[in-house]
């Protein structure tokens, strides 16, 4: 039996790495996907989001540079499975001009649209505008 897909975006990933709210069910995910009980996939933007995220921590002081290089280290090892972004960018740019939503929010979506697979988010905000149209779009 093949292992079920499930995007996942940065807001989500990047509860394995910083004490956030919800980081328990972010890390079962984890935990799951190492054991190979489910496949995580984002599109590439994935990395520079969840980046993104550690160096502004760290321009709050809120992070040591060192930190960032071991969040780094270890979102390289346990990074969902990547796809290139222009696969799901068609969809993405349609569903943000439809939405009112970011297209790097919606590239997520798209994503889970072409695989036919759910999304989980931790984004209440993108969830509470685009799931009543899309039921796959799961919250954390």
């Keep these: 039996m093949a292992t079920p897909e ?3 975006d940065s807001s989500v990933v990047v509860k394995w790495f ?3 709210p919800s980081r328990p069910e972010a890390m079962r995910l984890l935990r799951s ?3 190979r009980n489910m496949r995580l996939i984002a599109p590439a933007l994935l990395m520079s989001e969840v980046c993104s995220v ?3 921590r760290f321009r709050r ?7 960032v290089n071991e969040a780094y280290r270890l979102l390289k090892i346990n990074a969902p499975v990547l796809t290139p972004d222009i696969e799901s960018m068609d969809e993405a740019v349609r569903l943000a001009l439809t939405s009112g939503q970011a ?3 919606c590239l997520y979506l798209a994503l889970a649209l072409r695989r036919g697979c759910d999304m989980i988010t931790a984004d209440a905000k993108f969830h509470g505008v685009m799931a009543p149209a899309f039921p796959m779009l799961l919250h954390l």
């Design 6 to 8: 499930t995007v996942v």
């Design 18 to 20: 910083l004490p956030e």
């Design 33 to 35: 996907y190492r054991e």
């Design 54 to 56: 550690f160096c502004k």
């Design 61 to 67: 002081r809120e992070l040591s540079a060192s930190a």
């Design 103 to 105: 297209v790097y929010d």
